[in-house]
């Protein structure tokens, strides 16, 4: 193992957490940038002795695609609970869907997980992995099978495809 590898096992998570340290502090002054990238690199350290398992994408332009797909729903999303709270809290229907389904990975379910706690109007409550249940909270729930058939269609059915 080479010693850059061994200081420094997951480039990547140590500049994204250098990154968010710098978002999140608004500064770029020198004390600041050095203490995020010995943050970054300390806890990417810290996360490799848990000696997480690889992820295996299988399909870079699908996932592209399904990030574009979920940045968009996500600024619709934000329309329409702004349109919700200026309408007023007596027009909301809200409810819990549970969603049957197919996707078993962990990174594909972690993703899911993010997808929909993301999106505005939306929460993952709790996931049954013996059934392989998804259960939701929707703010403005009309119909729980236009529900299930979107997050079945428009994620599942793509994380399936990019993880397992």
Same mark, same amino acid.
């Given at each position: 193992?080479? %010693?850059?590898?061994?200081?420094?096992?997951?480039?990547?998570?140590? /500049?994204? @957490?250098?990154?968010?340290?710098?978002?999140?502090?608004?500064? %770029? &002054?020198?004390?600041?940038?050095?203490? #995020?990238?010995?943050?970054?690199?300390?806890?990417?350290?810290?996360?490799?002795? %848990?000696? $997480?398992?690889?992820?295996?994408?299988?399909?870079?332009?699908?996932?592209?695609?399904? !990030?574009?797909? =979920?940045?968009?729903?996500?600024?619709? &999303?934000?329309?329409? =609970?702004?349109? @919700? *709270?200026?309408? #007023?809290?007596?027009?909301?229907?809200?409810?819990?869907?549970?969603? $049957?389904?197919? !996707?078993?990975?962990?990174? #594909? %379910?972690?993703?899911? /997980?993010?997808? *929909?706690?993301?999106? $505005?109007? +939306?929460?993952?409550?709790?996931?049954?992995?013996?059934?392989?249940?998804?259960?939701?909270? =929707?703010?403005?729930?009309?119909?729980?099978? +236009?529900?299930? #058939?979107?997050?079945?269609?428009?994620?599942?059915? $793509? @994380?399936?495809?990019?993880?397992?």
């Amino acid at each position: 193992m080479s %010693l850059l590898r061994r200081w420094l096992p997951y480039p990547l998570l140590s /500049a994204l @957490l250098a990154l968010i340290w710098l978002v999140l502090n608004q500064s %770029l &002054s020198p004390g600041t940038v050095l203490l #995020g990238m010995v943050l970054g690199v300390a806890l990417a350290r810290v996360f490799g002795l %848990l000696h $997480p398992p690889k992820a295996r994408i299988r399909n870079y332009p699908l996932a592209a695609r399904l !990030l574009l797909r =979920v940045v968009y729903d996500i600024v619709r &999303s934000n329309f329409a =609970v702004a349109r @919700l *709270i200026l309408r #007023g809290a007596g027009q909301v229907h809200s409810g819990f869907v549970a969603i $049957p389904l197919a !996707l078993t990975d962990r990174y #594909g %379910l972690a993703v899911l /997980a993010c997808i *929909i706690t993301s999106t $505005p109007g +939306t929460i993952w409550v709790s996931y049954d992995p013996a059934a392989n249940v998804l259960l939701i909270h =929707v703010l403005d729930l009309v119909d729980e099978a +236009t529900w299930i #058939g979107t997050i079945q269609q428009r994620y599942e059915r $793509p @994380l399936l495809e990019i993880f397992q």
